[in-house]
């Protein structure tokens, strides 16, 4: 019999499992906070619980988290993890250090079918959907690793690594992050497991982590953002506008000739934000494609009226794509177009482009 995977459960689906073996229904609270709040992967180790249950958990059940293939770190202290998952497909998960809360860019697919020409993961393709157990995981191996209170240590949960031998840094007190589902894939066409990890990351008391230091950002599959409005537990939206015109998006990103950037834009206009809450619009800057004045003057007609900001970013290098940074003159200048209009405009520093870690760059590279 192949053991059942606890990660990814929420608690009614623990209630529901417990149950079929006669146990109570608090039996199926201390199990939740056993996996992740107390982060722990041996049933053996649910002290709360009789030895038979804890017995049989072991024997029938498991907690598989994602392991450390390969770490790597950046000169402005962003780390990027390169994670080995059950069936041996890798994903990569970055750590970006922001003093009192820190970021992490979580991963909801194994590769990505979008295929946006700027980034080097659409060159990887889609290998397939990462259940809500790999998407938390990402979340609870990088809170392990502890550095936040270890800043110059080492993780050790690797393949291969007993669990009695790793080495845990462990904080004086309990860090907080910011989640931002940025990293390989896109979510909300992994809609189901995506938002059953965010209701299950945001119960996760040892994370600090509410909805709303939760972003997902989508490259604009529509009627996913509807559904997405609908729901009663979501992060914030974020969404890669990266152009202007239908022409120059389309080729940017292939998935505007089905939701070109009029529908998108009116899914944006009615998207039910919360008190204060604001929508994020990402663009990525290309030098002499999307980058000229008259670009950023159609970026204020397009985001104008919305309670929304615009996250301008120069593109990080790949060495395979046929793109150029523009220089920084011309980044200040689209962002001043933007700000004379009154648009909420920011220049988004570049993480961990050292170590392939910043935003288009994961392609699982090693060296």
Request: net charge positive.
């Amino acid at each position: 019999m192949v053991p059942a995977e606890l990660l990814g459960l929420e608690k009614t689906e623990l209630v529901a499992l417990l149950a079929a073996w006669g146990e109570p229904p608090y039996r199926a609270d201390q199990l939740f906070s056993a996996i992740y709040n107390q982060r722990l992967r041996d049933p053996e180790a649910i002290s709360t619980f009789p030895r038979a249950l804890r017995t049989r958990l072991a024997a029938e059940t498991r907690i598989t988290w994602p392991l450390v293939e390969q770490e790597f770190l950046s000169g402005d202290g962003t780390r990027r993890y390169l994670l080995r998952l059950d069936d041996g497909e890798t994903i990569e998960t970055v750590l970006m250090p922001e003093g009192a809360r820190d970021t992490i860019c979580i991963s909801t697919q194994a590769g990505c079918p979008v295929n946006c020409a700027f980034c080097l993961t659409a060159l990887l393709g889609l290998k397939r959907n990462l259940t809500a157990g790999e998407i938390v995981g990402q979340a609870l191996v990088v809170a392990e690793c502890g550095m936040r209170s270890a800043p110059n240590a080492e993780c050790e949960i690797h393949s291969g690594t007993p669990h009695s031998a790793l080495r845990i840094p462990h904080s004086s007190g309990t860090p907080h992050y910011n989640l931002v589902f940025m990293g390989m894939g896109e979510p909300l066409l992994n809609y189901d497991a995506t938002l059953k990890a965010v209701r299950l990351l945001a119960a996760c008391q040892r994370l600090g982590v509410t909805t709303r230091r939760m972003t997902l950002s989508t490259a604009g599959i529509v009627p996913k953002i509807e559904a997405l409005g609908k729901e009663p537990v979501r992060p914030k939206l974020a969404v890669s506008l990266n152009a202007t015109t239908d022409e120059v998006r389309t080729r940017l990103m292939p998935l505007n000739k089905k939701w070109p950037i009029a529908s998108l834009m009116e899914a944006c206009r009615v998207f039910p934000l919360r008190p204060g809450e604001r929508l994020t619009f990402e663009y990525v800057l290309l030098d002499g494609i999307n980058d000229t004045p008259a670009d950023a003057r159609r970026l204020v007609k397009l985001v104008g009226g919305l309670r929304a900001k615009v996250n301008l970013m120069g593109w990080n290098p790949g060495p395979e794509l046929p793109y150029r940074t523009p220089p920084e003159e011309r980044v200040l200048a689209f962002q001043q177009v933007l700000a004379d209009s009154r648009i909420s405009a920011f220049i988004r520093k570049p993480r961990g482009r050292d170590i392939f870690a910043a935003c288009g760059q994961l392609k699982r590279t090693v060296a």
